[in-house]
């Protein structure tokens, strides 16, 4: 089982897995990118995962649908202008031998669902769309902080071996908001190093570790007193309450420049 992610648009990654000759992809946004990899390795596309009904994570779901008769699975509680197996919290589906599990991850938009599953031998996946992101979260368009909050709790649950595929690469933005809010977390100057260099040679800093994120993703980190402290001072308050120090360290990063 091999995962590829496809840079599509400006940047986006279509998350690809690979076995014997079949591929799945993970929220294609367009269809080129994925057409041009299945042409140039000669696989048969069986699956669409569909993670929320946003344009770059649809747009190509179409046209590799009526291509391919692939299975699209998607969000039970969004619209999409496409056929689809609809799936909520708990919903599990099978490709080959991987059994995937479904999570309802409400924040971004409201019925946002995520993909986890659990290769043989292999690091487990997490593909999360718009939720988290490495460093960062997802913006809240049609959820609330608090809703965001318990979503990324419930994403936090999982093993800290696992390999969270994140939708866009936005990595080195959110890292440079992170030191802002944690100038004196050494692993995430360590991190920010790191994902520097793979960006200088054009390599993708996905997927991310979530045991990293859990010590240098401010929006994982909010219950820590550096965090907590950083949010009061922005916010020139006093917040206590958890929902408060997350809805505006929300703010304080749509507001960073
Ligand atoms: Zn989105
Ligand atoms: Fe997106």
């Known amino acids: 089982m091999n995962l590829i992610p496809l840079p599509a648009f400006s940047d986006n990654y279509i998350w690809l897995l690979q076995h014997e000759g079949h591929a799945l992809v993970v929220d294609p946004g367009e269809a080129a990118p994925v057409s041009q990899w299945l042409q140039n390795n000669q696989h048969q596309l069986d699956g669409i995962l569909v993670t929320h009904h946003h344009g770059d994570h649809t747009g190509g779901v179409a046209s590799?649908?009526?291509?391919?008769?692939?299975?699209?699975?998607?969000?039970?509680?969004?619209?999409?202008?496409?056929?689809?197996?609809p799936l909520k919290q708990g919903d599990i589906f099978h490709w080959h031998d991987l059994a995937f599990q479904t999570m309802d991850v409400p924040g971004h938009t409201a019925g946002h669902i995520a993909y986890w599953t659990q290769p043989a031998g292999q690091a487990p996946l997490l593909f999360c769309g718009d939720t988290l992101f490495s460093g960062g979260c997802g913006r809240l368009f049609e959820g609330t902080p608090a809703q965001m909050l318990?979503?990324?709790?419930?994403?936090?649950?999982?093993p800290g071996n696992t390999r969270v595929c994140c939708a866009h690469e936005y990595t080195l933005s959110n890292l440079k908001f992170a030191r802002a809010v944690e100038p004196n977390n050494l692993q995430l100057l360590a991190?920010?190093?790191e994902c520097e260099r793979l960006r200088s040679k054009n390599l993708p800093t996905l997927p991310a570790i979530l045991a990293t994120e859990l010590d240098i993703n401010p929006f994982?980190?909010?219950?820590?007193?550096?965090?907590?402290?950083?949010?009061?001072?922005?916010?020139?308050?006093?917040?206590?309450?958890?929902?408060?120090?997350?809805?505006?360290?929300?703010?304080?990063?749509?507001?960073?420049?």
Request: hydrophobic share 40%; charged share 20%; aromatic share 12%.
């Open 191 to 193: 991190y920010s190093s």
């Open 64 to 85: 590799l649908q009526a291509q391919w008769q692939a299975q699209v699975y998607g969000p039970a509680q969004e619209k999409l202008n496409f056929d689809f197996k």
């Open 220 to 257: 994982l980190r909010t219950r820590h007193s550096t965090v907590i402290k950083a949010v009061q001072k922005y916010a020139q308050a006093n917040l206590q309450q958890e929902a408060e120090i997350f809805a505006s360290l929300r703010m304080w990063k749509n507001e960073f420049k």
């Open 150 to 158: 318990a979503t990324l709790d419930q994403l936090a649950q999982l």
